[in-house]
């Protein structure tokens, strides 16, 4: 069984920072890529942002300049630093990971998410 889970969200002003964490743990054998995605009232899941297990990084439009993601493969984590945080930046955020299960070694990945942290930013 392999959990993911995130913290850090909160309530936070206009303009101000969060960071979030999502950590992996149980029948990992290795995680390929890890992303944050987010879910508005209303609205449907997005992108924000994605690392591959080299340390590349892509990020929706609406984020870049303002959030960074990493990853810290030795302890199964990613992160997403978020600045400048706007209103329009509310959702619950989502981490997901592609992972090779340890009981498959050799086989393939499957993805996994996180529970969702809050994160709201007030005008």
């Known amino acids: 069984q392999v959990q993911l889970v995130e913290s850090g969200g909160g309530l936070v002003q206009a303009g101000g920072s969060l960071s979030l964490s999502c950590v992996g743990s149980?029948?990992?054998?290795?995680?390929?890529?890890m992303g944050w995605y987010r879910q508005a009232p209303g609205k449907q899941r997005e992108l924000v942002a994605t690392?591959?297990?080299?340390?590349?990084?892509k990020y929706a439009d609406s984020v870049k300049g303002r959030f960074t993601i990493s990853r810290d493969n030795a302890k199964n984590t990613v992160y997403l630093q978020m600045n400048s945080l706007e209103p329009e930046d509310t959702a619950v955020y989502y981490c997901?990971?592609?992972?090779?299960?340890?009981?498959?070694?050799?086989?393939?990945?499957?993805?996994?998410w996180g529970q969702g942290t809050q994160v709201t930013v007030s005008s």
């Open positions: 997901n990971a592609d992972i090779i299960r340890r009981t498959e070694s050799g086989g393939p990945t499957y993805r996994y």
């Open positions: 149980g029948n990992i054998f290795r995680i390929v890529g």
């Open positions: 690392i591959t297990s080299g340390s590349s990084a």
